[in-house]
């Protein structure tokens, strides 16, 4: 039996140390470390290098089990995934191991908990770009041409007949933001 340890953040601005140390404390030898979103497991290729690594009778130890997982169908298919493998999972800051009944209930309402909280915490994110769109609060890139160079496009095209390649350079600006200015004014 082998303890196999895999730490995630989800920026590269955060740290794994916290959870390194807490997995060599549980006696974690090898550690799967990386740093993306949590959402996807198929987009972690770390955690698959750790399920791939797994061998029957090992033990998957992760410090929270928000980080091995975000919605409930990831968890569920990890879990099945390492079922299959005869392969455990301990959760070190929630007290779970799936070689227990009480773990694998743990293990499941756990996961329930936090499918719940990723989507409160998508909502209120929609809620917020909703509200700031409302106070016209603008997203994306800024425009590359103001309006009075917009105008000047279509003038210089329409009546001095200038290529689309001389509007580009006249402007400093790319094909597609010359022909968004011959299209006329845009609703903002």
Known sequence: ??????????????????????LANAGCIKVFREKRSGRQAESRPELQAAIGYLREGDVLVVSRLDRIA?????????SDTLQRKKVSLRVLDQGLDTTTSEGKLMFNLLGAFAEFEADIRSERQRDGIALARQKGTKFGRKKALTQAQEERVRTLRNEESFSIEQLCERFAVSRSSVYRALQGPAAD
């Open 1 to 22: 039996m082998e303890l196999v340890g895999y730490a995630r953040v989800s920026s590269a601005g955060q740290s794994l140390d916290v959870q390194l140390e807490k």
């Open 70 to 78: 975000r919605s409930m169908f990831d968890l569920a298919t990890i």
